[in-house]
């Protein structure tokens, strides 16, 4: 394990990784990554949530200078801090991806969210889809406008579609089959699958965003626990799986912590980089 002075930054998941099961940042959460802050040490989120919904864990944290996130799974980066944003990088989805994308959902019957940078949408077409999309809404802590069909947004191509999923792993699967090669990048992710553009990851993005920031990527130790975390880990200069990450993470990343999202995992690990050689 290397110290913590050898790294510049620290690149962060938030589901299942910083954030506990209930979604919050705990008070040894919080105290840990102020300390890193404090050793000059950058902080970055990097998550599969859309841009508005990691405004309120920045003002929770209350750095002392705006915090880079990774958001949409690497489809948008920006400086975040209490007074808003401001997007440093933004690679949408094609209008002709859109276009296959919405079809093969309506073709299956997914229910569909149409993503960009300002909120989200969807068009559930039963009661059963509405209510699964509220649980959707309250993982990702925003919620979607409802609209009569996705294809009268595709004026303005999305950063990504997601679309609810009962076996996300399978799902995603069967998605990469039915679309055209090279037209999107499709992760299984909590209950639901996204489709982004075909090159962009969270670790090409983070990789991009570092450049932004006058870093290189191996000067990062980052932390996740799910499919969307595989490109991050690998890339960065030290790759830190969660005991609960799924077992594919655990394959690439550079060791696994012995504890559990719920059990402080970033936070203990974090501590340990802390103390003095």
């Known amino acids: 394990m290397r110290a913590l002075r050898t790294f510049r930054a620290v690149a962060l998941d938030l589901d299942g990784t910083t954030l506990n099961s209930s979604h919050a940042l705990t008070p040894r959460t919080l105290a840990a990554l102020r300390k890193v802050e404090a050793t000059g040490v950058q902080v970055i989120l990097a998550t599969g949530r859309p841009l508005i919904s990691v405004q309120a864990y920045v003002e929770q944290l209350g750095l002392p200078r705006p915090v880079p996130a990774v958001c949409f799974n690497g489809a948008c980066a920006a400086l975040v801090d209490g007074a808003g944003e401001k997007i440093l990088l933004s690679r949408g989805l094609s209008r002709s991806a859109a276009e296959s994308i919405l079809q093969i959902c309506d073709d299956r019957g997914w229910c569909a969210s149409y993503c960009q940078s300002h909120g989200s949408a969807a068009a559930p077409k039963t009661e059963a889809d509405d209510g699964w999309l509220k649980k959707f809404e309250a993982l990702e802590g925003m919620q979607q406008a409802r609209v009569a069909s996705?294809?009268?947004?595709?004026?303005?191509?999305?950063?990504?579609?997601?679309?609810?999923?009962?076996?996300?792993?399978?799902?995603?699967?069967?998605?990469?089959?039915?679309?055209?090669?090279?037209?999107?990048?499709?992760?299984?992710?909590?209950?639901?699958?996204?489709?982004?553009?075909?090159?962009?990851?969270?670790?090409?993005?983070?990789?991009?965003?570092?450049?932004?920031?006058?870093?290189?990527?191996?000067?990062?130790?980052?932390?996740?626990?799910?499919?969307?975390?595989?490109?991050?880990?690998?890339?960065?200069?030290?790759?830190?799986?969660?005991?609960?990450?799924?077992?594919?993470?655990?394959?690439?990343?550079?060791?696994?912590?012995?504890?559990?999202?719920?059990?402080?995992?970033?936070?203990?690990?974090?501590?340990?980089?802390?103390?003095?050689?």
């Open 150 to 277: 996705l294809w009268e947004m595709l004026d303005e191509p999305p950063l990504k579609v997601t679309a609810l999923a009962a076996d996300p792993r399978g799902q995603a699967a069967e998605a990469r089959k039915l679309l055209p090669p090279g037209a999107a990048n499709v992760v299984a992710a909590e209950m639901h699958i996204e489709f982004l553009p075909a090159d962009v990851n969270k670790g090409d993005t983070l990789q991009r965003l570092c450049s932004e920031l006058g870093m290189k990527v191996d000067e990062v130790i980052a932390f996740g626990d799910n499919f969307n975390d595989m490109e991050m880990l690998s890339l960065a200069g030290e790759g830190v799986a969660m005991q609960n990450a799924k077992e594919e993470l655990k394959q690439v990343a550079n060791r696994v912590s012995p504890w559990t999202n719920d059990q402080d995992a970033v936070a203990r690990e974090l501590e340990l980089l802390l103390e003095p050689e």
